[in-house]
Each structure stands twice: as structure tokens, then as C-alpha cells.
């Protein structure tokens, strides 16, 4: 059982290139999401989807969209990226209505 | 809505001594509340939750957590610190739905010798 995988570990880019983060889980879970860790901010949440075919917005989504390919897949796509999206993106997945969530290692991202 | 607060950014201790980690929420209604441990360069594992019941709940790594409803507190405890348990540390409320969860901004742990 790998849990919750995300590709990829690190990546730079250049301000205005594209790029998607990938996440998978075999966990079977439902609930999938998308958060951003700052130093001092702790973790933020960008989108998550409820349920396979579903998405919404949580707390900081601008400059991000996201989509749920399958039950097992959520991706991060950041369309023209800028240095204030410089950040390490996890991805989780939650046990539904209990919110207990598992998380995977994390992707670093640097924009200059 | 709801919120956490965890007071200390950082705290350093001795191996062998003990710990408490603070955490206030604000919430309306009876809360979901979580701890979680970072280790450098890894995701959140999570070392316990409150749901209902018991207060004092007890989770993996020998930690445990109480849960003060007059306080608005769950402070995360732990008897004796290996230095293995230097991380970040993060306290979470959730609401009961499966998409309401906030994290606080973490206290991070130094284990001295």
C-alpha cells in the first residue's frame, strides 16, 4: 500500500510556465485535497473534491484549478505561475465524516 | 467560523523531560479536534483526534490529548521526550463534514540532549 503518492518531489519554474502536480491514493477514500504550507501560515487549503466528479474552492484557490480524474486522482494544474505560489503542496485524502486526513510527502515548489 | 490557535512557535526541551503543546479552538458546536506531527521533509501523520467521549484521548508515540470544553483547549501531552520526537507539530479543528477542517500554525519541537 503506497497511500498517497504525489509527483513531483521538487520542481522550479520560471514566472508565467505552467505546470500540474500529480496526486493518487489507494486508499478507496472519497475526499481528496489540495493544501499549501507557508513558514508560519501553517496549511492552507487550495480546492478539494468531495467525491469523485466534484470540486470546490477552499481557502486560497486563486491561481489554481484542479481536477478529479477518478476516484484515486487529484491533480494541482497552476496556469501561469508566479513567485508567490513558491510553497510545499501536499495533497491528503480524508475519511468521510470523520475528517481524519492522510497525507502524502509533499511537493516543493519554487518560482522565480 | 472556526479557528486554532497554537500560542508557542517554538519550544525546546531536554530528552527525558515532559511536554505540552498548547492548542485553543474556536468553534460553535462540539468540535473534531486532531493533532498531527511533521518530521523534516515529510507529510502530517496524525498522533490522535477527539471525536466524542473520553477526553482524554491517547494516540500513537505515547502522546495524549485532553480535551478542556470550558478551556476551549486540547493540549497534546507526552510523559518523557525522546529526541526522536523533534517535528513540527500541528493542531486541527474540523467541523464534522468532510471538507471543514483548519490547521494551526504548528509549534515546532527541539529535543535537546
Known amino acids: 500500500n503506497a497511500g498517497v503518492t504525489q509527483t513531483p518531489k521538487f520542481q522550479v519554474l520560471k514566472t508565467g510556465q505552467s505546470m500540474t502536480l500529480q496526486c493518487a491514493q489507494d486508499m478507496n477514500h472519497n475526499s481528496m485535497y489540495w493544501y499549501r504550507q507557508d513558514p508560519g501560515m501553517g496549511l492552507r487549503l487550495i480546492y478539494y473534491s468531495a467525491s469523485e466528479g466534484t470540486t470546490d474552492k477552499g481557502e486560497v484557490p486563486n491561481g489554481y484549478n484542479v481536477s478529479r480524474l477518478n476516484k484515486r486522482e487529484f491533480s494541482l494544474r497552476l496556469e501561469s505561475a508566479a513567485p508567490s505560489q513558491t510553497s510545499v503542496y501536499f495533497c491528503?485524502?480524508?475519511?468521510?465524516?470523520?475528517?481524519?486526513?492522510?497525507f502524502g510527502p509533499g511537493t516543493r515548489l519554487l518560482v522565480l | 467560523a472556526q479557528s486554532v490557535t497554537q500560542p508557542d512557535i517554538h519550544i525546546t526541551v531536554s530528552e527525558g523531560a515532559s511536554l505540552e503543546l498548547r492548542c485553543n479552538y474556536s468553534y460553535g458546536a462540539t468540535p473534531y479536534l486532531f493533532w498531527y506531527v511533521q518530521s523534516p521533509g515529510q507529510g502530517l501523520q496524525l498522533l490522535l483526534k477527539y471525536f466524542s467521549g473520553d477526553t482524554l484521548v491517547q494516540g500513537i508515540k505515547g502522546f495524549e490529548a485532553e480535551f478542556k470544553r470550558s478551556q476551549s483547549s486540547f493540549n497534546l501531552r507526552k510523559p518523557s521526550v525522546h529526541w526522536s520526537d523533534a517535528a513540527e507539530y500541528f493542531c486541527?479543528?474540523?467541523?464534522?463534514?468532510?471538507?471543514?477542517?483548519?490547521f494551526g500554525t504548528g509549534t515546532k519541537l527541539q529535543v535537546i540532549p
Open positions: 491528503a485524502t480524508g475519511e468521510d465524516y470523520q475528517e481524519t486526513q492522510y
Open positions: 486541527a479543528v474540523g467541523s464534522g463534514g468532510y471538507q471543514k477542517v483548519t
